[in-house]
């Protein structure tokens, strides 16, 4: 029976652990498969979780808030298309930019609108659905936030999206072979610039679910480098959307594991099982780096000549 | 009829220095918007950022304490892109440099400072260099890219610090996560007495010297000068691309751990996991911002001090946030690079 | 009915004209070959008819009706389509999804629809492809079955094919020609771009030759044969310098032998290539580009792994050295290109001395001094119109060059391998560095000159050896060596036994 209770815990916390991994990890597909490294990503997982939180707080409703969470996600998107798919900036040092760019915007905002307080300023979050009475065992796992099933949903339909739309065939050509594509009549850029639009949306969500459905606030450590697994994750899922779901169930399953040993009276320090997922995330990058399919066309800004 | 047509022109060898100092103004211009959000005036916030730092002489002094460590991180940022390896790690190796700072304070005691000095910039070189080795060889032998390993490896060193300070080094009477104050012969002594300029200061300094030497006096840094712009050419010219791409990751990393010994040697006396308020990124805009070179970075982590400074005071007097300081050197970083990039472009009449 | 017309076509590119006031006809269902060596203006001409280029003077007809094309989109509307070396297709992407790439219309795509209209196409045309296949497991020559057939399903009917057999092995060639004749007889026309002066005859009608921009002529396939093309393609011309007379050949110096090289696709670049280079002599290789030189050139450079055989350097073995090791076996080396293999942004006076940063060093400093006397005395010994600060990128090709050469020859290299060293440089750069060539084997060193310009390796080479497709068809002494045997070798029909020269 503890057993079954422990186990019960440990995957409960792993989906909703995973949850801000899975919306950042899709977003950044996106980007990838069109042929951008968007190293933005920590960052704009920070300003989803501020602009998520804020304008909850400020309207009163979450799903609103979440509202401006995606459409601060999209900005930030568009930037990082400004920079390397126009003007043609080197990706990585862009990306970085953005991180910090985000996370000062983010901080900086936080303190204008809400002052600088003693006390923490905290919202209700979204409520646990209720789907299985309390009574049950597995209550724990199946009541989970709706953001958790909606990230769970988003799986396949980034899979459709990806292979089976019109415009996923447009993002994979443009992240294969982008003269190709331009050869054939797309326009790379535009492609380009929509796939980093709608991957800074996702990457939001990932961080405004830390702030609005988890935690019900908003603290300098919310995101504490979750944007950095998700570009290991990606490698690790081969850039494959359904692969993405068992990668961040398998990061998600060992933070949350490390939380349950603790309580379970294992002597073991925990801050270093912190360290894990990151270790993991390496050594991961190491292995699949190797045997890895990366789109031909990542990393590479595209001029017609 | 007459078009403008947008092409590429390689643009002439004397706009490039010109960049940094245009980028200025601009980002001044955009980050007004933001000022103006937070209900400030913009002049009067950029009179905070660039006269007021270098009024007064304490203030001066501050800007110089406060753009220590950016000299060094950006020294590191710096040597390391101009070798061709992005090591955007310099935050963790700066931890890790203050790890063996703290230990070395912790464990040279009773000993006289031309001993407990030089124990601590050794530590805090090899802290850093040790941070450095495995994204540094992963990368030269397998090719794994090192600014995603580097990145990684700063959220790594958070963990440790968190774990040495809240077990073997909390510190025993205050119960605090902070290690032991280190060893007095161990300390950076100060420099101006009742300020807290250090002696760190002057061995930013020095490094920066002997790194403008290195790159511009040694054929170990005319061959890594090559290998940063042309991989290619580099290997052609029959040089050990891989050695030498190793040797300026390690060194790198060397640097960046000095930076963090300077902060626990000079500033807090102790090892705290606040030590660094994003010293690292913040190296790698210095280092961005001034070029890539010695004398550029130079300036840059000056500017970056400034702003720093300007930043608290503003946070002080006017109410303004002391993270628009952030908000502006991000805003900096980005702007300058895309006007490295846009200076390649022309309008020109087309027929 | 002519299906093309190009009347007086003129292009330039800043002060190079590519293309001099250039004719071409394509009459309705002929297959038409456009002839000519490597920078002759075919590939310009043809890109100027499908709308990636736009001509500076000049009339194009389609039909017989003039035609304004900008685009290739504009190309494809009027019936033109093109298949080039470089396959536009995307390897991760199937058949169907490539063909359908460029449409728009609903959000989802009907795969099933697609491919079933691709299977109906590929039926039609008598081209068999699985549209259901990932491009990247094709083999090359059904992937340019593909390529055709996307031009065909965007109801082309003149079809320019650009060297089209120069990827392809023998078996799948001869499917290539079944399927254009079958083409052929439901009323297309096809423009075949190409140097294989065998395959042209078989399959052509007719064939226009240009020659460095301008028209060589133009002939029936019945009435000429391929002696009279290779004359046509490479002509005569007068020469900036002379070969001495034949010089006394002196020891080997370079053997290479029985060299195999793979690719990094994993064909074979080089297959058993053996040679020996003479102190004292010129060895020129000739081939048209893509043929192996490269590899070759790589591997003497020091940058390229071997997969077997020998290279042997004064008796040092350098099969697998790398740069540093070649050099100081005494290897000089002219790189093909020569903006990869310097850098740019560093100055002429630094680019001098990368390869012997020993020599110019002080107490373990770098000397100054000595690096800036040395760059003005090469400047001024080799002539090059720069100043030792200045960044090698603002040099011409020509200076660039010069400095590539100052650095190696410098250094009294007893083997030179210079290739394609003349590519790119204008007539007083060219010049010099043939002059140079001379000079180096007059002082004893060995040189191996690799080159795509046939009059060249005639004028300079005290022997020629020819390579097509990674083999050596043959060697021949400058004297028996004429511009219609070479080309035939070039164009893959080896040597006959007893012409062979040692």
């Known amino acids: 029976m503890e057993l079954t209770l422990f186990f019960v815990g440990v995957i409960a916390a792993t989906l909703r652990v995973s949850t801000p991994l899975i919306f950042g990890t899709l977003g950044e597909l996106f980007a990838e498969r069109s042929g951008v490294l968007n190293l933005g990503i920590e960052g704009t997982m920070f300003l989803g979780a501020f602009a998520g939180f804020a304008v909850a707080a400020k309207t009163g409703s979450l799903w609103i808030g979440l509202l401006g969470a995606i459409i601060a996600g999209v900005i930030s998107g568009l930037l990082m298309a400004l920079l390397s798919v126009r003007f043609g900036v080197n990706q990585h040092v862009a990306g970085l930019g953005i991180t910090l760019l985000m996370t000062g915007v983010s901080l900086f905002s936080f303190r204008v609108i809400f002052g600088e307080s003693k006390i923490q300023p905290s919202i209700d979050t979204f409520p646990l659905l209720k789907i299985l009475p309390d009574s049950s065992i597995f209550a724990p796992i199946v009541n989970q936030y709706l953001l958790t099933y909606i990230a769970i949903l988003f799986i396949p339909l980034a899979w459709w999206v990806i292979n089976k739309s019109r415009f996923g065939l447009k993002i994979r050509a443009v992240g294969e072979n982008p003269e190709a594509a331009d050869a054939a009549g797309l326009n790379v850029y535009a492609i380009r610039t929509l796939a980093l639009a709608i991957g800074g949306g996702l990457m939001a969500m990932g961080g405004a679910f830390l702030s609005i459905a988890q935690l019900g606030s908003f603290t300098f450590g919310i995101v504490a480098g979750r944007g950095w697994v998700c570009i290991a994750l990606i490698i690790f899922a081969n850039w494959n959307a359904i692969n993405v779901l068992w990668g961040a169930l398998i990061f998600g399953s060992v933070q949350a594991l490390q939380l349950r040993l603790q309580t379970l009276g294992f002597k073991l320090p925990y801050e270093l099982f912190l360290a894990l997922p990151y270790v993991v995330t390496i050594i991961a990058l190491t292995i699949a780096g190797r045997n890895a399919t990366a789109p031909s066309a990542l990393l590479k800004p595209y001029r017609r000549e | 009829m007459t078009k403008l047509k947008i092409e590429r022109a390689a643009a002439p060898g004397w706009v490039k220095p010109l960049i940094p100092i245009i980028a200025i103004p601009v980002t001044f211009l955009i980050t007004s918007l933001v000022i103006l959000l937070a209900g400030a005036n913009p002049l009067q916030a950029f009179y905070q950022f660039l006269v007021v730092p270098l009024s007064t002489k304490s203030s001066a002094i501050e800007v110089l304490v406060k753009s220590t460590p950016l000299l060094l991180t950006g020294a590191a940022a710096a040597f390391a892109f101009a070798g061709g390896y992005w090591n955007i790690g310099g935050e963790g190796q700066l931890y890790a440099g203050a790890i063996m700072a703290a230990w070395v304070g912790m464990v040279f005691k009773g000993v006289s400072p031309w001993i407990g000095i030089p124990a601590m910039i050794v530590g805090g070189m090899l802290g850093g260099l040790i941070w450095a080795f495995p994204s540094a060889i992963l990368k030269v032998k397998l090719g794994v890219d090192e600014i995603v390993t580097t990145l990684l490896m700063n959220s790594i060193v958070t963990s440790v610090v968190s774990y040495l300070l809240n077990g073997p080094w909390r510190d025993p009477e205050t119960m605090w996560p902070q290690s032991p104050d280190i060893d007095p012969g161990t300390v950076f002594f100060k420099l101006i007495p009742r300020t807290r300029l250090h002696f760190g200061f002057i061995v930013a300094v020095v490094v920066l010297i002997i790194i403008w030497i290195v790159i511009n006096r040694t054929g170990f840094g005319l061959k890594m000068r090559a290998i940063g712009l042309s991989k290619e050419g580099a290997r052609f010219a029959g040089i050990k691309v891989d050695k030498t791409m190793l040797i300026v990751a390690l060194v790198s990393g060397a640097i960046a751990g000095l930076a963090g010994a300077g902060e626990v040697a000079g500033i807090q006396f102790h090892l705290i996991d606040s030590l660094s308020d994003s010293l690292g990124y913040s190296g790698v805009i210095v280092a961005t911002l001034g070029g890539l070179n010695s004398i550029g970075v130079g300036l840059a982590a000056i500017f970056l001090g400034m702003i720093d400074t300007g930043a608290q005071t503003l946070s002080r007097t006017m109410g303004v946030p002391v993270y628009l300081g952030d908000v502006v050197q991000s805003t900096l970083l980005l702007v300058t690079l895309s006007l490295f990039l846009l200076q390649n472009f022309r309008l020109r009449r087309v027929k | ?502």
């Open chain 3, 1 to 502: 009915m002519h299906a093309v017309e190009l009347k007086g076509i003129v292009k330039k590119f800043g002060d190079l004209t590519a293309l001099d006031h250039v004719n071409f006809d394509l009459e309705k269902g002929e297959i038409h070959a456009l002839l000519g060596e490597n920078g002759a203006g075919k590939t310009t001409l043809m890109r100027i008819l499908y709308g990636l280029y736009t001509e500076d003077e000049g009339q194009i007809r389609i039909n017989e009706e003039p035609a304004v094309i900008h685009s290739p989109k504009d190309a494809i509307k009027l019936g033109v389509g093109m298949v080039t070396q470089h396959f536009t297709l995307v390897p991760t992407l199937t058949v169907a999804e490539n063909l359908v790439l460029g449409e728009s219309g609903s959000i989802a795509v009907n795969l099933a629809d697609v491919e079933k209209k691709v299977a109906a196409a590929s039926e039609r045309f008598g081209i068999p492809v699985n549209p259901k296949a990932l491009i990247k497991h094709l083999s090359v020559g059904e992937r340019q079955r593909v390529e055709i057939l996307k031009a065909l399903y965007h109801e082309a009917n003149v079809l320019i094919l650009d060297e089209p057999t120069a990827v392809l092995v023998p078996q799948e060639v001869d499917v290539l020609f079944e399927a254009l004749l079958r083409l052929q007889k439901k009323g297309l026309s096809v423009i075949f771009i190409s140097h294989h002066l065998n395959e042209v005859m078989h399959i052509c009608q007719r064939v226009t030759v240009l020659r460095d921009g301008k028209n060589s002529g133009t002939v029936k396939v019945c009435d000429t044969d391929m002696k009279e093309l290779a004359n046509m393609m490479v002509g005569r011309e007068n020469f900036g310098v002379k070969r001495q007379d034949v010089r006394e050949q002196g020891k080997v110096e370079l053997v290479i032998e029985d060299l195999c090289v793979t690719d990094k696709k994993g064909l074979e670049a080089l297959k058993h290539v053996s040679l020996e280079v003479h102190r004292n002599e010129i060895l020129g290789l000739a081939g048209v580009s893509g043929n192996g030189q490269a590899e070759l050139s790589a591997v003497l450079c020091g940058m390229q792994k071997i997969a077997s055989g020998k290279v042997i350097a004064g008796g040092v073995d350098i099969s697998h050295a790398d740069p540093n090791c070649v050099c100081a076996a005494g290897v000089g080396r002219i790189p093909e290109d020569r903006h990869a293999n310097m850098i740019g942004e560093m100055t002429v006076a630094e680019n001098l001395i990368l390869d012997q940063m020993n020599n110019f060093k002080k107490n373990g400093f770098l000397d100054k001094g000595k690096i800036q006397k040395n760059a003005e005395e090469l400047i001024k010994r080799f002539k090059i119109k720069a100043k030792p600060q200045d960044r090698v990128r603002t040099l011409s090709g020509g200076n660039m060059q010069k400095v590539m050469i100052a650095r190696t020859l410098s250094q009294n290299p007893s083997i030179v391998i210079a290739s394609q060293p003349t590519r790119g440089l204008d007539v007083g750069a060219t010049d010099y560095v043939r002059a140079t060539l001379l000079e180096q084997r007059d002082r004893g060193a060995a040189v191996l000159l690799l080159s795509e310009d046939l009059e060249e390796i005639m004028a300079l080479s005290d022997r020629i050896a020819v390579i097509f497709e990674g083999k050596i068809m043959g060697i021949l002494s400058a004297q028996e060596a004429t511009a219609e045997k070479l080309g035939l070798m070039m164009a893959g029909s080896p040597l006959s036994p007893e012409r062979q020269a040692a």
